[in-house]
C-alpha cells in the first residue's frame, strides 16, 4: 500500500521545469529567428525543426514542387506574412517553461500591423533548440495545419490528370 501511495504522489508532481537561464537561451534563439527574418536571404524552411515538424516542411516543398504550385505554406509561418513591412520588428517576447526539455516562446510583432505568434521549442541533446511547433491566430498550430492538410495534397498528386 505504501509503494502504491508513493507511486501516485510521484505523478502526481509537476515535470521538472527549464531552469530561467535555459529559458532565456530558448528565447533569445528564438528572437534571433525573427531578427534575421527581414533578411532578403532569410529562408523559414531552413530553420532548426524538430523531427516532426522538419519532415512535415520538407513534404509539403516535395508536394510544391511535384505539383509546381505553392503547397500548403503560403507564406512565412513565423509572421503570416509573405514580406515584411518597413515598421517591422520585435515588440516583446517572453518564455515559459513546458516541461524540463519544451518551451514556449511568445513573441509580439509589429508588422504592418500588430501580431502575436508563439514558437514551441524542445531542448536538443547537444544544448540547442528546435522548432516543435509554430502558434498564431491565423494558423492555432502549423503542426496541426501540415497534418492534416499534406495528406490531401499527396492525394491530389496520386490523382491521373484531368483536364490539366
Known sequence: MKR??????????PAAAMTSSELGAARQWVVGIYDRLPQANFDWSKQNFDTGLRGLVRRDARFASASRSVGAIDGVPFCDCQDTAEDYRVTRSSARSLGSARAAITIWLRNNGNGRFVVDVVRESDGGF???DIHSLATPSLLAFLRREIPAEERELRQPLRGR
Open 4 to 13: 502504491v501511495a508513493l507511486s501516485i504522489l510521484l505523478l502526481a508532481q
Open 130 to 132: 528546435a522548432i516543435a
